[in-house]
């Protein structure tokens, strides 16, 4: 055997991996930054600036004065505030239980038991009504619940709703708002869901029928928890949207001829503080209510769903 002595600066030299055409670091990062500028310029103006300025008037009284907490304690002690916020919250137990069940079981039917041509169809017809725009679809939604003019009139008679003022009664406002909210945005939801669902494996799918799993259980125990994050993703934001609900209930009350309050949401609160009584400071404090709920909200889940985890190649 013969041994071949090597000069150690030719071989470090051959050893090191060629850089030829190799771009500089900073060039294949830059086109990132690009990327972000845009939404970052506009989450600032749209986004942090306006909670800044909110979190500013919040705590201080009209003529710029520090005062502490005194806003927060001030609309807390409001008696429309807790009606306003126990409103909110049963209409999100409605609203994102049912959100959360019927989207991911439709998008797990539409995967696994229509065929593809029936549901790429379905799944159209799901989002046309997303593509009203809110006010557009609470109009439509007066006309289907008027029982003298909606083709659902029978129904609403059978049920005891046989005025348009009987079927707009502050105690139903809850479900209302929870079946326009479910029209108009679940169909997007579903086709999310449907997407999250392809990303799946087949393999996974295979073998989980090989193993003798039905459509059922392959649906509970492989395709709904392998999507977890996306359905945390989509209760997060659902829920972020709720809390804002504004329009819906405001034309409500409008439609109704005053019979719903007008202090409703949390929202319609904000806004009366801030043009009708023109206090904006109270306003700012309602405001930062909804924020820390929200953010508390997402906090829980997305700890409790590890969302930001990356997942091992």
Known sequence: MTLVALDPATSAVASRPSRRGAKP?????IAS???????TVLL???GIFPTGYALYLAFTNDRGQFVGFNQFSKVAGDYRFLPAFENIAVYLILWLVMLV?????????LRSWVRPGLSSLLRFLYYLPGALAGVASVLVWL???????????PLLRAIGQDSFAATLNPSHLPIILFLIAFWTGAG?????????????SEDVLEAARMDGAGR??????IQIPMIRKWITYMSILAFAAGTQLFVEPQLLQTASLGRVSPTWSPNQLAYVYAFQQGDFNGAAAISIFLLVLGLVCAGVLVARSD???LEEQ
Request: glycine share 10%; no cysteine.
């Open 101 to 109: 069940v019927m989207t991911v079981l439709t998008a797990v039917a």
């Open 25 to 29: 670091r900073w060039e294949g990062g």
């Open 188 to 200: 997007g939801w579903i086709v999310v869901m449907y997407g999250a669902l392809n990303n799946i």
């Open 33 to 39: 930054y690009l990327f972000v500028a845009g939404y």
């Open 143 to 153: 006309f289907m619940l008027d029982p003298s003019v909606s083709p659902a009139g």
């Open 307 to 309: 969302l930001f985890k």
């Open 216 to 221: 059922w259980k392959t649906a509970w125990h």
């Open 44 to 46: 600032a103006a749209f």
